[in-house]
Nanobody
C-alpha cells in the first residue's frame, strides 16, 4: 500500500501562488499515475490534475493555464504549482495514485488546506 503526505497549503490572496507537494512512500512500485483532487465544503471531491509516469498531464478546464502538475520520480514526489489563484480554488487538496490498469486508489492522505481570500 502507498502512503501519501500532502503539504504546502495555506492562506493566499486572490492572484497569488502556492506550490503543493505530495510525498509517497510504501509500495511505490505500484504507484503508476499520480493526481490531485480537491474538496470544498458541501461539495464532492473533484479531480484537478494528473500526471503519468511518462509525464503526460491532464487538467480540468477551470485550472488550465494556471496550475502545473509535475513529479520527481527519483524522490517519488508530485507537485502542483498553482498560480493566479481564485477564491473558488479554496478547498482541501488531496493527492492519489492510480496503479497501471486500475482506478484511483481508495487510500487518501490527510489533505492540505488551500484558502484564497482577501
Amino acid at each position: 500500500q502507498v502512503q501519501l503526505v500532502e503539504s504546502g497549503g495555506g492562506l493566499v490572496q486572490p492572484g497569488g501562488s502556492l506550490r503543493l507537494s505530495c510525498a509517497a512512500s510504501g509500495s511505490i512500485f505500484s504507484i503508476g499515475a499520480m493526481g490531485w483532487f480537491r474538496q470544498s465544503p458541501g461539495k464532492q471531491r473533484e479531480f484537478v490534475a494528473s500526471i503519468t509516469n511518462a509525464g503526460i498531464t491532464n487538467y480540468i478546464d477551470s485550472v488550465k493555464g494556471r496550475f502545473t502538475i509535475s513529479r520527481d520520480n527519483a524522490k517519488i514526489t508530485m507537485y502542483l504549482q498553482m498560480n493566479s489563484l481564485k477564491p473558488e480554488d479554496t478547498a482541501v487538496y488531496y493527492c492519489n495514485t492510480r496503479p497501471p490498469g486500475k482506478g484511483w486508489s481508495d487510500s487518501w492522505g490527510q489533505g492540505t488546506q488551500v484558502t484564497v481570500s482577501s
